[in-house]
Structures are given as C-alpha cells and as structure tokens.
C-alpha cells in the first residue's frame, strides 16, 4: 500500500494519532533542551558532517585499515556483500560452534538483513534484549521508530502482552513493573546465552576498535556474558580516528532522546579474555548509495532518529505507514534508494518542511535528496501518471499568458455558477477545507482596469 | 531612504494562486513598497515561478517557467514576492533546474517582502496601528528555506524581518505558541495526496494559535494561510486568515 | 571476487570529492566548577555524585552506601575500601550475578555528560559492572574533565579490550517515554569523587 493509504488509516484514529504526535513532540522537545544547552552545537554538527564526508571519499582505504587494527586485537574480520552473505556468515559463526540461543541488542542492520527470521528458521533463539525491541520481537512486529522501537503502543497494550507471553498479573500497565518483569526475563536469557549479537555505531579505522551506545546496558550483558561476540556493521559506520568519537558522541544522545550521552558508550578493541569477537562488515547496497551523487550524504546517518522525532508527517502518521525497515525522513530516500518502485511514495510523505535537515546531527540534506527523489522518480516513469499529467497541463498553461488568463476566468465562472460540482472536482482539498472566496477578478485584470481608467 | 532607492529597478513578482485567489495581498504590497518609497514595477509573465511542478518531481515542466522568470526579471536590481515559498524555489532550487548561462544572478536578489523592506530598503518600524492579538505561522520555506528568523531547531540567532516588523505596529500584540516553528501542513501536492496527515497538521496550528487567544493568524505565505483559513471555515473557527502585507497596509502606517 | 575485493573495488571505482580531515581543536565548553557540574548532570541521569575530601572519607562514605542499600554482597576493587568492609577484595568471592554493590575505579571522569571512564584494567570481571544491583564509582578529583574532547585526548581507547563511559545507572524509557532506572543493568549508580 501506498503511504498515503496507511497514513490516512492512522490518522483516522484521532486521538491515538495525536498522542502518538505528543510522544515523540515530547522527545523533539527534549532534543531541543540538550542541543541548546551547547553553545557550540553547530559547530559540532559540521564538524561531524565534515567527517563524514572525509569517510566517505577515503572509505576503502578506512575499512583496510580497521580491519588490520581489528585484527591485531584478535577480531575476526568477515566482509558481506549483501544481505543473504551477511546472514551466512553469521549462521557460519554460530553453527560451527553449536550455539543454540543468542541474545541480541539493538541493530538496524540486523533488521535489515532479516537476521533474526534467517536463524529462528534454522532452529535457534533470537532473544531481542533491548526492551522496545523485545516488546515488538513478542509481538512479531518490526521496530516503528529506529530508536523508540516500541513508540506506537500504549502501555496497556504491552501490559496485555506481557500477561500473555510472561504471565505478568492481568491489567499491569505501569511502566516500571512492566520493566521489572522484563528484566527478570531477559536476566535468565542473558545468564543461558551462548552467544551475542550486536550492532556497531562507531567503527574506529584507527584503533581497530567498535563503539556500541546502549542505555539499558544490555549490549554489555551480551557481551560479557557469553563467550562469543559477533558485531554487525555497516561500512558507513566508520571514523577515522578515535578523536572524533568525542563530536559523534555529544551529539548522538542529545539528538536521539535529549540524554547528555548514552547510559553506556563501550569500546571494545577484540574479544574479551578467552572469548571470540567476530566483526562482520556489510555492503548491502551501499557501495550502490556511494554512487548516487545526490543521496551520497545519506550514508553519513548516525541513526539517531532525531529526524523521525521531528518530521510532521511521521509523528502523524506511525513508523509501520512507510512500510520500510527505516521510517521517517531518512528512511523515505534510503527506500528509494533500495527499491524506487517500492517505496515510491515515500518522497512525496514530505511537505518539504526542512525540519529534518536541520535537526541532523551530521546535516544530511534530507528534504532536498526528498526533492530530488521526486525528480528521479518521474524521470524513471515511477511517479503517478496522475501527478505527470497536471504538472503538464500546468506548466502549459503557465507558459502561455493568454490561456493562464482565459483558463483563470473560466474556472471562476464554473466555481460561480456551480460550486458543488467544483467542489467535487477538487475533492481532496474540499474533504476538509473549505474552498476560499474567488475574487471576481485577478490582480492582473483588476491592474489592467485600472490602467484602463 | 527613497533617495538611496531612487535608481534602483524594482519588480513584484505576484505568483499564480496570489493573483487568482488573494490579489488584495498583491495591492497590500504594491502600497507598503510606495509607502516605503519603492516605486515596483509589475511584470506580468510569467504567472508562476515553476515551484508546483518541480515540487512534485517534474523538473522539465518546471524548467521554462523558470527560463521565463529569468528572462523577464533579468533587468531588474530586485525582485519582490509577497510569497516565501515562491522565493525559496528561486533562490534554492533554480541552480541545478537551469543551465548557469541562464542567467542566474537575478536569483540572489529575489527576496520575500519583509526581508526586502528590513535589509534593502532599511526599514525597521511600520509604524501605524493594529491592536490585535496576532499568531505569527512561520512558513517553512521563509524560515528554513530564507532563513528568516532562527529555526527552533537550530542553536543560533538570525536577524527575524517578519517578526520583527509585526512586532514593531503599535498595538499589535503577538501571541506565543507552544510550537514556534511546526508545519501547517500544506506543501502543496501534499494538501491533497496526503489529505489525512495534511488536514491534521493543519488543525494542529490552528488549535495552537486559538489556545494562544490569537485574532488573527499572519503569515508571509498565502498558499498555507489559504490551506489554514479552509480548515477554519470548515469548522467555523472566528480567527481570520492574514497576509503580513495585509496587516502592514491595514494599519496605515507613518512613514 | 570476494566480497571484500568486491565492495573495496566498487568504494574506489567512484570519485567522491576529497575533503580533509577536519581539525578537532576547538573552543570547548568548559567550567571553572566542573565537580558542580559533573554532580547536576549525574543527577539529572539519574546517579548520584557525593564529594569526600580522602580515602579516609571514602571508606565512611561507601560504608554509608551499603548500609542506605542494605547490601551485604559487595564486592570491591579499590584498594583500601573493601577491607574496611569486609568484602570480597578484587570479586571471585561473589557470583558476579549475585553482587549487591560493585565498587569500582574510574580512571576519568566528564562533567558534561557525567560520563566515568572505567575499563577492563580496573574490574576483573566486566559483568560486575553490568550485572550488579548497584554500583559505585570512585574517581580522583583531578582526574574530572569538563567535556568530551578533553577525555578522548586523555584516553587511550586502545589501550584495554574493554572500556566504557558510563552515566548514570542503567535506564530504558521503551514504555510510553516513562523514564525507568535500573532495565538491564544497575539499579544506581553513585560516584565518589575523591579529593
């Protein structure tokens, strides 16, 4: 289905439509608190998208050098081409080792391949430890919100799922005993894991050494737990130098919930004393995106999901209405990006507002890569023919004065003498809004009149 | 001032749905420049400055209009445009829609009202009076596209031309919103195609600006105020719809 | 071509702009009150921050802290705290999942974010500092840093296998946005800046 479609479905439910809007208003607010509580924040922010962009014109000769790093701290350094490699090597890992049951912390690349499915089919369990995550793996529902995976229901809602999945007593609903209740599941997957997976934020070229930021901790549980590690990565997830994790690190919590940091930001530099750290570096078009002139600054993402927290549309509109394993702004030129026709309406789930640009940490220019899509789309015939045709229509009578003023006057005196059937003709804007008064003549014929005088 | 602006050639642009739907705001302008001793001159053609059609992805529909804007405005010193959105389309999105031999440096000095009056022609008070509780609808493309005034996104301070001057009429009191900055909802295809998400942003605003105890919403871009004043009607909500040019010219000023 | 060769030769098949690397060196913010700082930001994550003059007052100060947390098994890793205690001096005594109060060295701490430095070289077992019910930090007043770019100067990341800033106890907001301490981790988190 079309955004549009899922979207007016969402909104259709009025007041959960506006809380969800307040829930994450609420976030955005919150963001704005710690970013304004740094004097030098935009100075951070093109220091970071300065980075980025250096990681991006020298990213081979930056993954060569992490992997060597990585290497001489004991890592194992595994490369995938795509998704289906990603999850072959994983399964490789874990097979070879007979490992039955994993605990994971959160990963949008996991997502992305589909890592989770991939093993639960071949018989082991994928535990999901962070919270919001663990609500939605139970659920069987993706993430609707790269950070706040669980943002789109309400705590009764998970009051009743953990009643039916960790038989909770019935009608809890308040927050901190339902957490407590996860936390004693998920402390008993912890202590029985084999094995943990995790995502990356930051890869140091450098050192050689991965940066996960948690805020429940759960990562580090994973990992200190079990003796096998595998790191999940992106090879956008690079930074040249450990330095840098300081502009990276100020700004990714603020951004993301409005926190001065993460809980826990841990750098691990190979595998723990008698434990296995393996690193998986994937493509999974990538090297694709990289390619792509106008939308290349999209790889610099930190996942911070400041964006989605800001866009008027997603707020409005819920994570599962994009249809994307990345919602929201970012998401709507990352889908593209994968799958045009898919996700062709994404680009146009926009007002063009700008908000997001301006909330990124790293500047991506979000709402013009939204403007370009929208270009490339009808370029490549993938827009609506609907939309093709009025823009042609448009621009020819935009083009031709004459026409302009005579098409100008006939839809006066069709909006005069039958306003129900304009009405009807301009449905999608009379469902809700009332058509304005139509002066009886332009500011081009009222001038004209009076030079005439 | 107007000895410094005796020599300087000066169009107003008045786009497509300003002229059809909203011509007193082009008069409003056309009056506030004279009174500020503008003397504009009216170019005609082209109507429209290209932005509906490239917004929705047809650049090469876009493109002769903005051919035509280029040509028809190349011999002036400025270009002004009682609509932000139709200036950021301009400034922001000609490079790159037409070759750089097009002409492109009418471009930087295409500018929305208020920046004109505050930056070129230097004024800093209207003057004259309006005693009403007024709610300032930031348009995006003035705000983020323009840069006129600080985005709350942002932590740094901008020069504010259209706050500033409402705020500078005796009387007129603005009011604060919770949401300084959000969206109304209009992006123009967008009111239509994504008529659910677009009809609640919209009241969104709108219910902002009634919590604040505003009389009158302004805005420097008609086409959200258009989409904004429907909504109210719909519903009958007694908060008129006005361009800031309007408000300028209502108040009569003293210049 | 293996995907390594595959992905580094598509990375370089494409001419991206070069740009530098920028210089990091800035004008940071700083405070002439950093322990003022560093203890409000503690706070408002959630942990809480107390001043003692030695080691002599740390001792007191921790033993304060069992008592507030009725915590019997507390495992210590500085020297000179557990023995007043009597607890389990550098773990191994206590199941790491069975320890009520871990106390353990930071080695810097920031006050921007109230962030403590801890890693591999200051705790034997690295569950210790996750799977506690509580935990404590003890950091050297002079070792306290006003932001993030002064700590990773300092720190030599590479250094230890394992090593993480940690601020506050750990804490999820997953359910409706309300803010709940202890999700995984710790339950609270005190630091002890020492001097």
Redesign the interface.
């Known amino acids: 289905m079309s ?2 479609e899922l ?2 479905r ?3 439910d ?1 007041e959960r ?1 506006q809380w969800h ?1 307040r829930s994450l ?1 609420y976030v955005r607010a919150k963001r ?1 608190r710690a ?2 509580a ?2 030098e ?2 100075r951070l922010r093109e220091l970071a998208a300065a980075i980025k962009a250096n990681v991006r014109a020298n990213l081979a000769d930056y993954l060569e050098r992490f992997e060597a790093e990585a290497r001489k701290h004991g890592a194992v350094v595994h490369w995938a081409e795509d998704a289906a490699a990603h999850n072959q090597i994983v399964w490789e890992i874990l097979r070879s080792r007979s490992v039955t049951r994993v605990v994971k912390s959160k990963s949008m690349l996991t997502e992305e391949c589909g890592l989770n499915p991939f093993l639960e089919q071949r018989g082991l369990e994928v535990v999901d430890t962070d919270l919001g995550e663990r609500i939605v793996q139970l659920r069987d529902e993706p993430p609707s919100h790269i950070v706040l995976p669980a943002i789109h229901l309400r705590k009764e809602e998970v009051g009743e799922l953990f009643e039916r999945e960790l038989g909770t007593e019935p009608g809890l609903s308040d927050p901190a005993r339902l957490t407590e209740a996860a936390r004693e599941h998920l402390r008993e997957k912890f202590l029985a894991a084999q094995a943990g997976i995790t995502g990356v934020n930051f890869a140091v070229a450098e050192t050689g050494g991965i940066v996960v930021c948690t805020n429940e901790g759960n990562a580090d549980l994973g990992t200190a737990l079990p003796p096998l590690h595998i790191a999940c990565m992106g090879i956008e997830k690079i930074v040249p130098r450990a330095a840098d994790l300081a502009v990276f690190t100020r700004l990714l919590a603020r951004s993301a919930t409005g926190q001065p940091i993460t809980a826990y930001t841990s750098h691990m530099h190979g595998p723990r004393a008698g434990g296995e750290l393996h690193i998986v570096i994937v493509d999974n078009g990538r090297t694709g995106m990289m390619a792509r002139e106008s939308y290349r600054q999209s790889l610099g993402c930190i996942r911070c999901g400041a964006c989605l927290n ?1 866009c ?2 997603y707020r ?2 819920g994570g599962y209405s994009y249809e994307a394993v990345i919602p929201g702004p970012i998401g709507s030129t990352l889908g593209p990006g994968r799958d045009p026709a898919r996700h062709a309406s994404l ?9 997001c ?3 990124c940490p790293v500047k991506i220019d979000l ?1 013009r890569q939204l ?1 370009h ?7 490549s015939g993938l ?1 609506s023919p609907r ?2 045709r ?3 229509l ?2 020819l009578i ?2 031709h ?1 004459r026409l ?1 003023r005579a098409v ?1 006057k006939l839809a ?1 005196v069709v909006a005069a003498r039958a306003p129900g059937a304009t009405s009807a003709v301009l449905s ?2 009379t ?6 008064e ?2 009886q ?4 014929e ?2 004209e009149d009076l030079g005439d005088e | 001032m107007s000895d410094r602006l005796a020599n300087v050639r000066v169009a107003l642009f ?1 786009p ?1 749905y ?7 705001v ?2 409003a302008s056309l009056r506030v420049l004279a009174r500020f001793g503008v003397k504009a001159s ?1 170019v ?5 400055c ?1 932005q ?8 090469d ?2 493109r ?2 903005a051919l ?1 804007f280029l040509r028809s405005f190349a011999g002036f010193d400025y270009v002004v445009c009682p609509s932000g959105s139709c200036v950021s389309m301009v400034r922001n ?1 000609y490079r790159g829609l037409v070759p750089d031999a097009a002409g492109l440096e009418i471009c930087g000095r295409t500018m929305e009202l208020c920046e004109f009056l505050s930056d070129v022609v230097g004024v800093d008070r209207i003057g004259g009076r309006f005693p009403h509780r007024v709610g300032l609808h930031k348009s ?2 003035g705000l ?2 323009l840069r006129l005034g600080s ?6 301070t901008r020069p504010d031309p259209v706050g500033e001057l409402l705020a500078s009429i005796e009387g007129l009191q603005l009011v604060s919103l919770e ?1 300084a900055d ?2 109304c ?3 123009g ?14 009241r ?1 605003r709108v219910d902002d600006h009634v919590r604040a105890g505003a009389e009158v919403i302004a805005s420097i871009d008609m086409s959200c105020l ?2 904004l ?3 109210m ?2 519903r009958s909500v007694g908060v008129r719809a006005m361009h800031v040019a309007e408000i300028f010219d209502a108040c009569g000023g003293d210049a | 071509m293996s995907d390594r060769a595959g992905i580094l030769a598509r990375l370089r098949a494409v001419a991206v702009e070069a740009t530098p690397l920028p210089e990091l060196a800035g004008d940071w913010t700083t405070s002439t009150d950093p322990a003022a700082w560093f203890g409000d930001v503690l706070a408002s994550v959630g942990g809480d921050c107390r001043a003692v003059a030695d080691h002599r007052a740390l001792a007191a100060g921790v033993e304060q802290l069992c008592r507030k947390l009725a915590a019997t098994r507390v495992v210590s890793e500085v020297d000179g705290v557990a023995g007043a205690l009597g607890a389990g001096e550098g773990g191994g005594s206590v199941a790491p999942s069975e320890v009520q109060l871990a106390i353990v060295r930071g080695e810097w701490a920031v006050a921007e974010n109230a962030a403590v430095w801890v890693s591999d070289a200051m705790v034997t077992e690295r569950a210790t500092l996750f799977l506690s019910e509580h935990v404590a930090l003890v950091v050297d007043r002079e070792r306290l840093l006003s932001n993030m770019h002064e700590a990773y100067e300092r720190i030599d990341v590479a250094a230890c296998r394992f090593g993480a800033f940690i601020s506050g106890p750990s804490k999820t907001a997953d359910i409706e946005q309300a803010l709940v301490i202890g999700a995984h981790g710790p339950r609270s988190l005190t630091v002890f800046l020492v001097g």
């Open positions: 955004h549009p979207a007016n969402f909104v259709e009025g439509a809007d208003w704005d970013a304004h740094i004097p924040w935009e800001t008027p549309v409005r509109s680009p146009y789930a926009c007002t063009l507002c700008g908000s640009a301006d909330v709402d403007f899509w929208r270009s490339d789309l009808v370029t827009s939309k093709r009025a823009s042609r448009a621009s935009m083009r004065p302009y100008a006066r999608g804007w469902v809700s809004r009332d058509l304005p139509i002066p003549r332009s500011f081009r009222q001038l | 008045v497509c300003v002229d059809q739907l909203a011509p007193q082009a008069f009216f005609s053609d082209p109507a429209c290209g509906p059609m490239a917004n929705v992805g047809s650049a529909e876009a002769p209009l035509s999105h995006c493309h983020r596209g985005a709350s996104e942002l932590v740094e949401r959000e969206c909802g209009f992006g295809a967008f009111a239509v195609e994504e008529s659910g998400v677009s009809t609640m942003m919209g969104d258009l989409h004043q429907g909504l009607r719909r």
